[in-house]
């Protein structure tokens, strides 16, 4: 069973940047579609970034701030977050799915992902 496992949250001012790694137990990332979202306590969860094979989604609202990739064994997903805002503040999760549809389909047909992980705390504040 795949397991993903998210770190590299924490406190940073406005302007700031983290790195959040999602790593997996065991597996390679490669064939999955990896996505990173996050939720703020009341409102719904929003997909933020997603990459499989190549292919990369950013929300309107990280574009040009937030970078995803992989390690090159593929072990490990990362998201580049720079210029961080107080709006970024959220609980952050990683997820992943085998059934291979491009990142676009998994936003404009939510389809759903197969695992995900506990998530990791972003606070962006002065």
């Known amino acids: 069973q795949l397991q993903l496992v998210e770190s590299g949250g924490g406190l940073v001012q406005p302007g700031g940047s983290l790195r959040l790694s999602c790593a997996a137990s065991?597996?390679?990332?490669?064939?999955?579609?990896i996505g990173w979202f996050r939720q703020v306590p009341g409102k719904a969860r929003e997909q933020v970034s997603c990459i499989k094979r190549g292919q990369t989604y950013y929300a309107d609202s990280v574009k040009r701030r937030f970078t995803i990739s992989g390690d090159n064994a593929w072990t490990a997903v990362y998201l580049q977050m720079n210029s961080l805002k107080p709006a970024d503040t959220a609980v952050y999760y990683c997820?992943?799915?085998?059934?291979?549809?491009?990142?676009?389909?998994?936003?404009?047909?939510?389809?759903?992902?197969?695992?995900w992980g506990r998530g990791t705390q972003v606070t962006v504040s002065s």
């Open positions: 065991g597996f390679t990332l490669n064939y999955y579609a």
């Open positions: 997820a992943a799915d085998p059934k291979g549809y491009p990142c676009s389909d998994y936003v404009s047909r939510t389809i759903p992902y197969d695992y």
